[in-house]
């Protein structure tokens, strides 16, 4: 490329390439800027929703039962909530009619349930334990250690004696197992995953000279997602050359492993680049290709949650119909005085590029073709640039005119100001600062 190793993923741009801006037209805004999701017509069924919920049912399981009880803890976690507290509150009360039962039959074996009255020359094996109520509530006082006093065990059956204490570490385990699942469940990071979010659509658009394919994510909370990396892979189904039909092939998607760019820092919205090169599995996909094309890329965002160290991944997927040909990204992240703003209503929203390539870039690299934007192109991220900065400029204008100008910004104004009454000279002696995404 000729800008050489820049990232990708940059945030505001640099001065040298910020200023491409010629007249806004009208016809630029097409109707993909709703902000919704586009479909061209109805493809296949997903294997990845849009929630990141793979779109899998598994039948005929061998012995699926006990494989799940085997690994209970598991189990345990991944179930519904409503199922967690159902086998919670079945846990304990079982334990204590089990044990309540086991009282009972002590008592009833020791004859303690035939003096209800109690005998002061009887000695029972539980005091105030007549029938299976008073057993049911000491086992509940035994192994919740509530002790009102009330009853207790005696010196007289050492197997109520074992018993009691065999419940207290039954219960001990209990307790251990049920918290611990509990908090493993509460303490998931499957629901952070609920606040990384991934653009409606992805796009295919010219960059630094290089048709590729882009996709948005962002992050909604303020605290961070460490060491965070993207990867993608492309689904399809293919037939080798032995003549076996594969439903589901995978085909990794290069977004930037071998220089490192799939490490991101994901404080604002970056934009995925996967560049279409001679080794990507859409380089001989043009726009035709690609509106009969059936495929569905599957993005993964991953990274650790700042609060918990626990690993978290988001997934979502882009159908053949999802991909919007000729498209850049609305800029969303802005420079407001000494801060910086992200405007989340502009995030799945999309403009279209006229200037575009509809061929593939497997035709493009053969005929060595360029495609180099017009003097008077569109670039409708520097215009809102633009805006911004003269919005910002009228907000303080009575502290400015109490300052002098500086020689910089008056060049930069008649710079724009000569650029309005002659748009056909070259782009790239004109520069000023502009505010986007990437």
């Known amino acids: 490329m000729s800008v050489g190793r820049i990232s990708r993923y940059s945030i505001v741009s640099s001065d040298e390439d910020a200023l491409r801006l010629t007249t806004l037209h009208g016809g630029g805004m097409n109707g993909y800027?709703?902000?919704?999701?586009?479909?061209?017509?109805?493809?296949?069924?997903?294997?990845?929703?849009?929630?990141?919920?793979?779109?899998?049912?598994?039948?005929?399981?061998?012995?699926?039962?006990?494989?799940?009880?085997?690994?209970?803890?598991?189990?345990?976690?991944?179930i519904r909530w409503r199922y967690m507290l159902i086998v919670f509150t079945l846990v304990f009360v079982v334990s204590w009619l089990a044990f309540g039962l086991a009282f009972w039959v002590i008592a009833l074996l020791h004859g303690d349930l035939d003096n209800p009255a109690g005998d002061d020359n009887?000695?029972?094996?539980?005091?105030?334990?007549n029938g299976f109520i008073a057993a049911f509530l000491f086992s509940i006082e035994t192994q919740t250690?509530?002790?009102?006093?009330?009853?207790?065990?005696?010196?007289?059956?050492?197997?109520?004696?074992?018993?009691?204490?065999?419940?207290?570490?039954?219960?001990?385990?209990i307790d251990c197992f049920m918290i611990g699942a509990i908090m493993a469940k509460m303490a998931r990071p499957k629901k952070r995953a609920q606040t990384l979010l991934f653009s409606h659509n992805a796009v295919i658009a010219m960059r630094d000279g290089?048709?590729?394919?882009?996709?948005?994510?962002?992050?909604?909370?303020?605290?961070?997602?460490?060491?965070?990396?993207?990867?993608?892979?492309?689904?399809?189904?293919?037939?080798?050359?032995?003549?076996?039909?594969?439903?589901?092939?995978?085909?990794?998607?290069?977004?930037g492993f071998d220089k490192g760019l799939d490490r991101i820092f994901l404080v604002s919205p970056l934009t995925i680049l996967h560049e279409i090169d001679e080794e990507s599995p859409l380089f001989e996909i043009g726009k035709q290709d690609l509106e009969t094309a059936d495929f569905e890329?599957?993005?993964i965002l991953e990274g650790m949650v700042e609060a918990t160290a626990m690993t978290a991944q988001a997934r979502s997927s882009y159908l053949a119909s999802e991909i919007l040909w000729g498209h850049r990204f609305e800029p969303v992240l802005?420079?407001?005085?000494?801060?910086?703003?992200?405007?989340?209503?502009?995030?799945?929203?999309?403009?279209?590029?006229?200037?575009?390539?509809?061929?593939?870039a497997k035709d493009i690299l053969e005929s060595k073709y360029l495609a180099a934007p017009a003097a008077n192109s569109f670039c409708y991220e520097?215009?809102?640039?633009?805006l911004s900065r003269e919005e910002e400029e009228e907000d303080g204008g009575e502290r400015e005119r109490a300052l002098s100008v500086s020689p910089e910004r008056t060049t930069q104004r008649h710079d724009f100001e000569r650029h309005l009454q002659n748009p056909q000279r070259s782009l790239e002696q004109r520069s000023y600062r502009r505010e986007s995404e990437i």
């Not at 069924?45 to 799940?68: E, H, I, L, T, W």
């Open 33 to 78: 800027g709703n902000g919704k999701i586009h479909t061209r017509r109805k493809g296949r069924s997903r294997f990845v929703k849009k929630n990141g919920q793979c779109n899998v049912q598994f039948a005929n399981m061998d012995q699926k039962p006990q494989r799940y009880l085997a690994d209970i803890f598991t189990t345990c976690v991944d």
């Open 122 to 129: 009887f000695t029972p094996c539980v005091l105030q334990v």
């Open 145 to 173: 250690t509530i002790g009102y006093g009330f009853r207790c065990v005696t010196e007289e059956c050492p197997l109520a004696v074992f018993l009691v204490v065999f419940q207290s570490i039954v219960g001990s385990i």
């Open 210 to 255: 290089k048709l590729c394919l882009m996709w948005r994510v962002g992050n909604l909370r303020k605290s961070h997602i460490v060491e965070a990396h993207v990867r993608a892979q492309l689904i399809k189904p293919r037939v080798t050359v032995e003549g076996e039909y594969i439903p589901l092939d995978q085909l990794d998607i290069n977004v």
């Open 297 to 299: 890329i599957v993005v």
């Open 334 to 360: 802005f420079e407001e005085k000494n801060e910086y703003k992200v405007d989340y209503s502009h995030f799945h929203k999309t403009y279209e590029v006229p200037s575009t390539p509809r061929c593939s």
């Open 382 to 386: 520097n215009e809102l640039a633009f």
